[in-house]
């Protein structure tokens, strides 16, 4: 088997079954085999997809009794897959070329890679995030302060998406269309389950760049990204992310260092708050990243 593909269902059995359609419609030259994971969805929505693809032979709906979270339930898929090479992807995702045979290819044509992905598109063709440049860390929390212009000056259009047409050494890929070899992931576990969502890719890519892979942005894959699709609930989602940060941060670096970066991270909360303000923007997150920095 070349690729397991793993997606996670929580409630999104319409956006799965869209998903799936797409790696069975633009999928050539290479085996591979789809795991969805249903994480318990209180919808029904996992004996739905189990019931949609209950004649297939390459898509098996495994049932979790619990959530695991979005890190617990691919480590659970990845348990049951057989690929040589996994491509974690989300289930608000469509291909939009055959992007798993680039990926694939890739990998198994550069031993110093360990994880790559590919291009993000929004719904309408535009360019979304599908990298970054930084590991969070002091240097990011400066940059974010000053709206990321000393990485614009660095690395150009380049930041978080990748205009260059080649192949690019990143920080981490965003988690949506992830794909890591069988044996790096062997090497380093595949997700920390303390993170339930959000941080938990960038936690992975960080542990494959200290076993001494690179990671690697492949322009050449396309998909299709309806960020917020599988989570839209603005409160519950700056909950969650403040959480998955503050155990990065407290699990790579040292509490003065935390110290610092939280400040600087403070800080931009407040200065993210005071410019939706005059613009009338939606301060929800940002507003919710506020209280959860009041109740720690």
């Keep these: 088997m070349d690729v397991s593909v793993i997606i996670v269902n929580y409630c999104t059995a319409g956006l799965v079954a869209d998903a799936v359609d797409s790696v069975v419609r633009l999928t050539e030259g290479v085996s591979y085999e789809i795991l969805i994971v249903d994480n318990a969805s209180p919808d ?13 032979d390459s898509v098996r709906v495994i049932l979790s009794d619990s959530n695991l979270g979005f890190g617990g339930a691919n480590n659970l898929g990845f348990s049951h897959s057989q690929g040589r090479n996994i491509l974690l992807l989300n289930p608000d995702t469509v291909l939009l070329n055959d992007a798993i045979s680039i990926l694939s290819s890739y990998l198994d044509d550069n031993d110093d890679a360990g994880v790559c992905g590919g291009n993000l598109f ?5 360019p979304a995030s599908s990298f970054k440049r930084l590991f969070p860390s002091l240097a990011a929390e400066l940059g974010s302060l000053m709206y990321h212009v000393p990485e614009r000056l660095a690395y150009g259009r380049n930041v978080t998406f990748n205009h260059s047409g080649r192949v ?10 992830l794909m890591i070899k069988r044996e790096v992931a062997v090497k380093t576990g595949l997700f920390d389950t303390a993170f339930f969502m959000y941080y938990e890719e960038t936690d992975l890519c960080r542990r494959v760049k200290d076993t001494g892979y690179a990671v690697r942005s492949v322009p050449e894959a396309r998909i299709c990204h309806l960020e917020g699709k599988s989570i839209s609930n603005l ?3 700056a909950e969650i992310n403040f959480r998955s940060r503050n ?4 699990k790579h670096f040292r509490p003065f260092y935390v110290g610092i970066c939280d400040l600087i991270f403070r800080v931009s909360v407040y200065l993210r708050l005071a410019c939706l303000t005059l613009s009338g923007g939606d301060r929800t997150y940002w507003k919710t990243m506020k209280k959860m920095f009041a109740g720690r």
Excluded: P
Excluded at 45 to 56: D, E, I, P
Excluded at 247 to 250: A, D, L, P
């Design 247 to 250: 155990i990065y941060m407290r």
């Design 122 to 126: 929004t719904a309408e063709g535009l």
């Design 235 to 237: 409160d519950r989602k």
């Design 168 to 177: 690019l050494d990143v920080a981490f890929i965003v988690g949506a269309d």
């Design 44 to 56: 029904g929505s996992g004996q739905t997809l189990r019931n949609r693809y209950a004649g297939s």
